[in-house]
């Protein structure tokens, strides 16, 4: 089932998504054009970051922050198109890109989940952690949470109508799942977090594993604040027909709140991780701004 996907314009363009008739329309086209330069700003530096600095690459929690920041980045590029023309996601569509931008956070919905079994592993059970999670292994973890999320978009486009339904249900449901899961994993990690690691004596290891369970923790519970509101919307207009609609893309409040950890999440491994902090100051904003490196 290919959804709708009409125009207003007469002359066949999309057209803005404010008509500019009030100062909250420019107030928010200001917002739109800012917040897709602010992610774009932070996530992509992360991704050069990690891409160019050998010592981070070969760090597995590296590849599944590079996976975030990769969407991250995209997620700011397609706020300029969500967020300044008159796009509408979901049924009945206008204008929309059939899911195919907002499926980029399903994709860091799954890598948030591969990565906090990664942490858990590799902090509780360090021997199967060093045999079995390999390199290869992470990197196709996070090869398939692009396949699921894309795949399942593409199904829901051009299966059968009952057929997409089916789908489109069992999603809500799979997610629930997963946010349930999160949720469980989030908690567990922070008791290893608070108690298990004070424990053990002072050593390098023990710093770099708190660093990067509070940095997981941290990313998965902002993530889930902003993203909760915007299912719990569509859930309750799938459901049971009621919940809240809006014009645009560009004037939904909850999509904005979802799309805002494009921005949160690199900010977080940013604040959370020294080395970071530091390879992207030599490698990225060092060689933009002389000064800043020499600081």
Known sequence: MLLSNT????????????????????????????FATTAVLIAGPVVITILVTRSLRLQNRFIFML???????????????????????????RNSTYYMLPSLLGVNILTFLFAQFDRYFAVCHPFIYTRFI??????????????????????LNFLPLSKSIQLHVFSIVAFQVIVFT????????????RYQLDRDPPSAER???????????????????????SFVNIFLRL???????????????????????????????????????????????GRVCPRCKRR
């Open 7 to 34: 125009t207003d314009s007469l002359t066949g363009g999309v057209p803005l998504s404010v008509d500019f008739d009030s100062p909250v329309d420019y107030l928010v086209f200001i917002f739109q054009i800012s």
């Open 67 to 93: 996976n975030t920041s990769i969407c991250d980045t995209l997620v700011g590029f397609s706020v300029y198109y969500l967020g300044l023309f008159d796009v509408q996601e979901g049924y009945p569509s």
């Open 134 to 155: 390999t390199r290869r292994v992470v990197i196709s973890a996070n090869v398939y949470c692009w396949f699921h999320a894309y795949i399942q978009s593409i199904l």
């Open 182 to 193: 999160k949720v469980v994993m989030t908690i567990k990690l922070y008791v290893i977090a």
């Open 207 to 229: 710093d770099n594993n708190k660093e990067s369970l509070r940095i997981i923790i941290f990313v998965v519970i902002s993530f889930l604040v902003l993203w909760c509101p």
């Open 239 to 285: 459901i049971i027909g009621r919940g809240m609609t809006f014009r645009n893309e560009a004037t939904n409040l909850f999509a904005i709140m979802a799309r805002f950890s494009a921005v949160c999440t690199p900010s977080v491994y940013l604040w959370g991780s020294p080395a970071l902090r530091e390879a992207m100051v030599r490698t990225v904003w």
